[in-house]
């Protein structure tokens, strides 16, 4: 069976306000900027991305189960659900596909409540703290994981 050549990028709560909120934290890169960057990333390594961003838990779990079928692998920003939700990371875990959690911020640096990620045992890429930019760094290394499971 061939492996898909495309990424799901999920972004969770609140990244849809991008550009403009705590731009001290988050910078002034949009959500249609973080998607622009992950699909160059894509791209360079002949992968396509399907993108997803949702204030709404359910929705990204339904993009999530989705990707079994026709993705090679999930980048995911999953905002403040990164720190909530046990439901998205059973999600990601049910899946059976590598994960790359992504932070604009550097959560271990902020709030304490911020330090904990439910991602994090079921991601096999962290970009964390890198801004806009980590999102492609992030593609970057989960297509080197793809591309080991392929040749594996």
């Known amino acids: 069976m061939t492996t898909p050549r495309r990424l799901l990028l999920v972004n969770g709560p609140n990244l849809n306000l991008l550009g403009t909120r705590q731009p001290e934290i988050y910078g002034r890169d949009t959500l249609a900027d973080v998607e622009r960057v992950t699909l160059e ?37 999953a905002g403040g659900l990164t720190h909530t939700s046990v439901a998205l990371r059973d999600a990601l875990a049910s ?10 911020s550097n959560i271990k ?13 079921v991601a096999v890429v962290h970009v964390i703290g890198e801004g806009v930019p980590g999102y492609a760094r992030a593609v970057d290394l989960l297509v080197e994981v793809i591309s080991g499971r392929a040749d594996g």
């Open 95 to 104: 899946v059976d596909l590598p994960v790359a959690e992504v932070h604009i």
């Open 109 to 121: 640096e902020r709030e304490t409540f911020r330090h904990f990620s439910y991602i994090e045992d």
């Open 41 to 77: 990333a894509a791209t360079r390594h002949g992968f396509e991305t399907r993108a997803v961003q949702s204030n709404h838990e359910g929705v990204l779990i339904d993009a999530i189960h989705s990707s079994r079928l026709d993705c090679a692998g999930i980048v995911i920003n």
